[in-house]
């Protein structure tokens, strides 16, 4: 137990930006905290720099808010099995999957892209996606604009 304070204080550090100062992004109240929540709840599959794994864990890099610009897109990114599912209330949700289109995909953005909210969370990921979800994400790619 004496090591956990030493853990967070760790965590902390490794989250905190080199400026000191987080950029504001749309629908991320505290970009420091969504770092966190990503840190411990996403890149052990989606890796540190979101390219994943291309055995079971699909790239976030370069590919993430490409999901925006087709139809289903936007409710398919929260109903997947480990965003759906991950123990992070819905505010807390909305915020990192803000985070995490910025971050890992800011080049996709749709004009006028519109934050996740925690109440569209919370909405969608009452019916998460299960056995169906790989056909379903390559639906969706297919759809996807060059």
Request: glycine share 6%; aromatic share 6%; proline share 9%.
């Amino acid at each position: 137990m004496a090591r956990a304070p030493l853990m967070l204080a760790c965590l902390l550090a490794a989250a905190a930006p080199a400026s000191g100062t987080e950029p504001t992004i749309p629908g991320v109240e505290n970009p420091a905290r969504a770092r966190i929540d990503y840190m411990l709840k996403c890149q052990g599959c989606h890796q540190p720099d979101g390219t994943g794994n291309a055995v079971n864990t699909p790239p976030l890099k370069n590919e993430v808010a490409r999901f925006l610009s087709v139809e289903g897109g936007r409710a398919f990114l929260v109903q997947v099995p480990g965003v759906a599912s991950v123990d992070l209330g819905d505010e807390r949700l909305a915020e990192v999957l803000n985070w995490t289109l910025h971050r890992f995909d800011s080049a996709h953005l749709p004009k006028g892209f519109r934050p996740y909210t925690a109440a569209e969370v919370a909405r969608l990921r009452r019916t998460p996606l299960r056995l169906d979800r790989v056909e379903r994400r390559n639906q969706l790619v297919s759809r996807f604009p060059e």
